[in-house]
């Protein structure tokens, strides 16, 4: 019953990221912003609810296990830039790779994502240092904490400065199907579209939720760590709406918004998550802690370099996939 449960989460997620990404492009549509605003701000943000929802819920109000709330609070903090980075961007190597080839390109619109990428390695590389932090230096930890989220507000502002001219550059989000809840006979308009999101975002929440107790549970069955399921199967989880609807996006190749919504998420996971996890919890070194850091930061870096070069392939992003899978055999094996 338990694995029953934990794949109606599943479903949840799934159908909630649908209802939240038609919802999306609506309201991107209708305030004349960029795709890159729609998919990393507005997007990254929504669908990062369910992933931020799981640390501070184990965290705050878990299990009477103090230790167990940890080790799923920075299992899912770590983990779910490190599916981001690795998983999610092979993904999209496997849903493309028939319509555009090894060869094929992705498209999206540059300074965007180099942007999100920039900010991502940058602030993720602080948190990993963190790491190293004694906590007989909690001043240290918290000031580290509080530049991260500093790091984030500039970040948003950035990126809101650079959207009128992309509107005006033709990258102006775009609505292709009807929105969900007109279909059910409700006036369009923008409280269709709060409704819709605000539906699209309880669904998400809820799925996050009723995942969290599943985990504990599922750990004893399988004769491992909390910490270790937090950071391999949680974020598959809490990380379903950012894979679906980028994936949604990717194959109507609307490339700028799946990969802003990635690397969007990439940035709100990269700086407000870690500094809950660096302010909050142990965040200590361990091996499975550090090998996800240092693959998510190598995920980032390959990312960069081919933008850099010119030019992101579907080929490219195989390599990420093959990172994720590089990580199972260290902290499995």
Excluded: C
Excluded at 22 to 38: D, P
């Amino acid at each position: 019953m338990l694995i029953v449960f934990m794949l109606a989460m599943l479903v949840v997620i799934v159908i909630a990221a649908e209802v939240f990404v038609n919802a999306l492009e609506h309201l991107g549509a209708r305030l004349k912003i960029s795709e890159g605003v729609t998919g990393s701000l507005f997007a990254a943000v929504g669908t990062a609810l369910p992933e931020t929802m799981v640390p501070i819920l184990a965290i705050v109000a878990g299990t009477d296990n103090q230790t167990v709330n940890h080790e799923i609070g920075v299992g899912a903090i770590l983990g779910a830039p490190l599916m981001l980075a690795t998983l999610a961007m092979g993904l999209l190597t496997i849903v493309t790779l028939r319509a555009r080839g090894a060869a094929g390109a992705f498209t999206p619109e540059p300074t965007g994502i180099r942007r999100d990428l920039n900010f991502f390695l940058a602030a993720f590389s602080l948190a990993a240092l963190a790491l190293f932090v004694p906590h007989d230096y909690p001043e240290v930890r918290l000031g580290i904490g509080m530049g991260l989220v500093l790091m984030y507000f500039v970040y948003i502002l950035l990126t809101l400065r650079a959207s009128s001219q992309l509107v005006q550059d033709g990258h102006g989000t775009e609505a292709d199907k009807p929105m969900l809840l007109t279909r059910l006979g409700l006036p369009a308009g923008m409280p269709a579209i709060i409704a819709q999101l605000v539906l699209g975002l309880a669904l998400l929440v809820a799925g996050a939720k009723g995942f969290i107790h599943g985990v504990e549970e599922t750990a004893v069955w399988l004769g491992i760590s909390a910490l270790m399921l937090s950071l391999l199967i949680v974020p598959i989880a809490t990380e379903m709406p950012e894979k679906v609807n980028s994936i949604l996006w990717i194959r109507r190749r609307k490339d700028t918004l799946a990969f802003g919504n990635l690397t969007g998420a990439m940035v709100f996971q990269g700086t407000l998550l870690p500094a809950i996890g660096i302010m909050l919890t142990p965040w200590d070194p361990r091996i499975e802690v550090l090998a996800g850091v240092l693959i998510t930061l190598a995920g980032a870096l390959w990312l960069r370099w081919v933008l850099a070069r010119g030019g992101l392939r579907v080929w490219h992003l195989a390599v990420n996939g093959a990172l994720y899978l590089l990580y199972l055999g260290i902290v499995l094996g």
